[in-house]
């Protein structure tokens, strides 16, 4: 069982250049999710899907898009990478269907926008 | 909008001491307040969560208060070790079961052998 699998793992972008952070879970769980960690700021939603076919606005989704692939996989792309989005992403899971669960993180993928 | 806000953002404790991390939310639909735990590096990882229909809860060293009239929520580690010492985050469910969280900021927790 792999949990939750993020790629890349790090990554260095020029301002402008565009990419997609994958994501996939293999728990079967129906909501998936992407945050962001910057220092002194915890965990801060950017996008989240609550099922298959659904996705949602987050604390801080400027700049992001985000496409629920199929039930096991959330993708995360930015456009025009700026340097304000350096930072690490996690993708998280969980099960939530009716009721609050734990949620589980990716490794994280460092992302670096010079 | 919505906030948890987290404290001390630094601690630090002698091996065996404990440590209290306390965090408040204000959204009152809140239901479900998980702590993680990261290490250098690492993802974060569940420790122990609690519900809104509970007061305490308690696994082995580690317990968790919730006060909902106050909207408080702390952690307690008793007997701690250099094994504890990581980042710790609170968080607290938005309202609706989507499983969205809004996270403290984090407490770096020292443990000093």
């Known amino acids: 069982n792999a949990g939750v699998t993020q790629t890349p793992k790090f990554q260095v972008l020029k301002t402008g250049q565009s990419m997609t952070l994958q994501c996939a879970q293999d728990?079967?769980?129906?909501?998936m999710y992407w945050y962001r960690q910057d220092p002194g700021m915890g965990l801060r939603l950017i996008y989240y899907?609550?099922?298959?076919?659904?996705?949602d606005k987050g604390e801080v989704p400027n700049g992001y898009n985000v496409s629920r692939l199929n039930k096991r996989e959330f993708s995360l792309r930015l456009e025009s990478a700026a340097p304000s989005q350096t930072s690490v992403y996690f993708c998280?899971?969980?099960?939530?269907?009716?009721?609050?669960?734990?949620?589980?993180f990716g490794q994280g993928t460092r992302l670096t926008v010079v | 909008g919505e906030n948890v806000e987290q404290h001390p953002s630094t601690l630090s404790v002698q091996e065996g001491d404990s440590a209290v991390i306390k965090c408040t939310y204000s959204?009152?639909?809140?239901?479900?307040f998980p702590w993680y735990k990261q290490e250098l590096g690492k993802r974060p990882q569940l420790i122990i969560d609690?519900?809104?229909?509970?007061g305490e809860k308690k696994d082995q060293r580690i317990a968790v208060t919730l006060n909902k009239t106050a909207k408080h929520f702390s952690l307690h580690i008793t007997e701690t070790q250099p094994e504890d010492s990581a980042v710790y985050f609170c968080?607290?469910?938005?309202?609706?079961?989507?499983?969205?969280?809004?996270f403290g900021q984090g407490t770096t927790l020292q443990v000093k052998p």
């Open positions: 899907s609550a099922s298959e076919g659904t996705t």
């Open positions: 998280a899971s969980s099960e939530s269907w009716g009721a609050n669960t734990e949620a589980f």
């Open positions: 728990m079967n769980h129906n909501s």
């Open positions: 959204d009152s639909a809140s239901n479900y």
């Open positions: 609690i519900r809104s229909n509970v």
């Open positions: 968080a607290a469910s938005l309202s609706g079961n989507t499983g969205k969280l809004i």
